[in-house]
């Protein structure tokens, strides 16, 4: 498999950072539910940590997801996708890339604003950086609503991968998930 995107499939790459994002999105949410759910403590800041090495990740690739693309644009879309297909499924890539982007910013506002240092798992410490009660619970409380954004994404974007696949039977699924026989 050819590590750059032809006309019709994805490359390696790009597949590679897809499920890794998937997969870390996955474990962010998760880990940031289960930190919602346990007292302040040493407990606590150690799963708010890994939360946040997972975000920063999720920063970095996104960055990195968006320049490859500038670089290697996608396969191109069937000429059967009717033109609303089209732009729902810009919107919902769009919808995806800013909350990818603006998850992890608003979260390191939030942490870096309160009188606190976080451990990074292996790393170092964290600390207050723009010290703002005002800074922390805005940045906090948009957080909490992109996560609503994310998981709204998410859901259209595998509701999408699914019309493809078993509605409009138009390949595009399967150039994301290539073990998928072609339809």
Known sequence: MAIRNSYDSFGSFGLFIHWAMAVLMVAGFVSGQIMEDVPRGAEKLSIMGWHMLVGGVIFALILIRVLWRRMDPPPTL???????????????????????????????????SIDVSVPLPGLFEVGPLLLSKPLHEGAEEIHELLVGLMVASVVLHIIGALWHRYVSKDGVTERMIPFLKRA
């Open 78 to 112: 069937p000429d059967t996708m009717p033109a609303w297909e089209v732009k729902l499924s810009w919107i919902a890539h769009m919808a995806l890339y800013g909350v990818m982007i603006a998850l992890p910013v608003t979260g390191f506002l939030a942490v870096t």
